[in-house]
């Protein structure tokens, strides 16, 4: 698949009670197999455009605040992010600073964008959609 994500290679869309695609991935946690990292856990896979975004950095910081209840529910939280795993270790210092949380959960490096291609999370053109948005609001 390209690096674009056309429409032609895009992959099936998730829905519900299908088996999310397994990968291995290094993160800011160290490196996992996604399917072991689940394990028998529900999951909440947070994808991310860039660090250091207003809105994603406070998102991650309020949820960062309320993992101890999604892990008594049996939840796990992780993020995605197309960038390195160096950039999220600065980037949770922002967010723990901003919000007042201790970012506990892993943030995957995803700089080729490959697994958010893998799960159809991927806006080809975004800084496109951007300013569209941006010109038409």
């Known amino acids: 698949m390209g690096a674009e994500g056309t429409m ?3 992959p ?7 088996k999310a695609p397994n990968f291995k991935a290094e993160t800011t946690q160290g490196p996992i197999d996604f ?4 394990g028998d856990n529900w999951v909440i896979l947070f994808s991310h455009p860039e ?5 994603c950095t406070t998102e991650l910081g309020a949820f960062a605040k309320l993992e101890p209840e999604f892990s008594r529910r049996g939840a796990k939280l992780i993020g ?8 999220h270790d600065g980037w949770i210092k922002d967010i723990d600073e901003i919000s007042g949380s201790k ?6 490096g995803d700089k ?4 958010a291609l893998a799960y159809d999370m991927w806006v080809a053109n975004l800084c496109d959609l951007r300013l569209a948005t941006l010109l038409t609001t």
């Not at 099936?12 to 299908?18: A, D, K, M, Q, W």
């Not at 995605?80 to 950039?87: E, I, W």
């Not at 970012?103 to 995957?108: A, G, M, N, Q, S």
């Not at 080729?112 to 697994?115: F, P």
Request: charged content about 25%.
């Open 35 to 38: 399917h072991e990292f689940i």
């Open 112 to 115: 080729d964008r490959q697994i």
């Open 8 to 10: 032609s290679d895009r």
């Open 80 to 87: 995605l992010s197309a960038n390195t795993v160096d950039s």
């Open 51 to 55: 660090d250091y975004t207003p809105v």
């Open 12 to 18: 099936e869309p998730l829905r519900l009670g299908s």
């Open 103 to 108: 970012l506990k959960f892993p943030i995957i």
